[in-house]
């Protein structure tokens, strides 16, 4: 059995940076970013905003490769991640990449079966012994404040948690592999005020355990959560960055006007 898993009680800080040069993604003919540049530091959160169609989600999807999936899609430039793993070359074992980058998507997506079986999948898949999962998933589900909700009904399904629930659940089953890096792709943009304040929370507190970048277009969470932030623009037909850096100092002084009139709320 494979078996470099461990759990996540074991190791503390196991956040990575990663580090993007002259990446490009296009579908078919059309390029969706162009010759991007970005250093996303460890154990911090990065926020990535813009108007819708600048290309943030193609950017977090190339992060671990989701864009293999995507028939016509092509990458060119390098990821790499901690100088050692190159995200981009063809040869990267794809699945245990997707170990070290975690995903949570704007719609939660727990697997249709229950709360359980949503860790032993992927943890089985991963090569966790089956004696150490009981462990794993209540410190996972302690990790999102969901283990006090659900401890008398881990065998019962997924399915019937709120839609709160089964985002911080998507969170605690990502936390169980112990990854590097987690990607979320607007996680609280389908949950109510209530709910999206709670998952908002847990991810901010993953902040200096993991390195977190998250596509947001709610500015104010921007604002609250984010250490760091890229701007996306589309620049001469394509996504780019237009403008990135610590959080707190670019929401009070932009050198691109586009990021100017973004962040200020006139456009976007
Ligand atoms: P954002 O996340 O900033 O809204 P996206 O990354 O979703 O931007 O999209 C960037 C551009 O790429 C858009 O013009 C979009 O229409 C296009 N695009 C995204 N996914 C695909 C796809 N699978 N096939 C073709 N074009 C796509």
Request: hydrophobic share 40%; net charge neutral.
């Amino acid at each position: 059995m494979m078996s470099d898993y461990l759990p996540p009680s074991f190791e503390s800080a196991r956040s990575s940076k990663i580090t993007v040069s002259d990446l490009s993604v296009s579908y078919g003919n059309f390029v969706a970013l162009r010759d991007l540049n970005l250093e996303i530091p460890h154990g911090q959160i990065t926020a990535l905003v813009g108007p819708s169609g600048c290309g943030k989600s193609t950017f977090l999807h190339s992060l671990n490769r989701l864009t293999d999936l995507i028939a016509g899609c092509r990458v060119r430039g390098r990821i790499r991640l901690d100088d050692n793993l190159e995200i981009t070359d063809s040869a990267t074992d794809v699945l245990a990449l997707r170990r070290h980058i975690g995903m949570v998507f704007q719609k939660p997506n727990p697997f249709p079966q229950s709360i359980r079986r949503n860790f032993e999948i992927p943890l089985r898949e991963h090569g966790a012994l089956k004696s150490e999962i009981p462990e794993i998933i209540e410190c996972c589900l302690k990790d999102v404040g969901l283990w006090d909700e659900v401890s008398d009904r881990l065998d019962r399904s997924a399915a019937n948690l709120s839609g709160g629930q089964q985002q911080r659940l998507c969170i605690a089953r990502a936390l169980a592999l112990n990854p590097k890096v987690i990607l979320f792709d607007e996680p609280c943009s389908a949950l109510d005020p209530l709910a999206s304040a709670v998952v908002e929370d847990y991810i901010a507190e993953l902040r200096g355990r993991i390195t977190v970048v998250i596509v947001t277009h709610n500015l104010a969470q921007a604002r609250r959560i984010a250490d760091r932030l890229a701007v996306f623009w589309v620049r001469e037909g394509a996504g780019t960055v237009v403008e990135t850096g610590v959080a707190s100092e670019i929401f009070k002084n932009q050198t691109d006007p586009d990021a100017k009139r973004y962040l200020s709320g006139e456009r976007g």
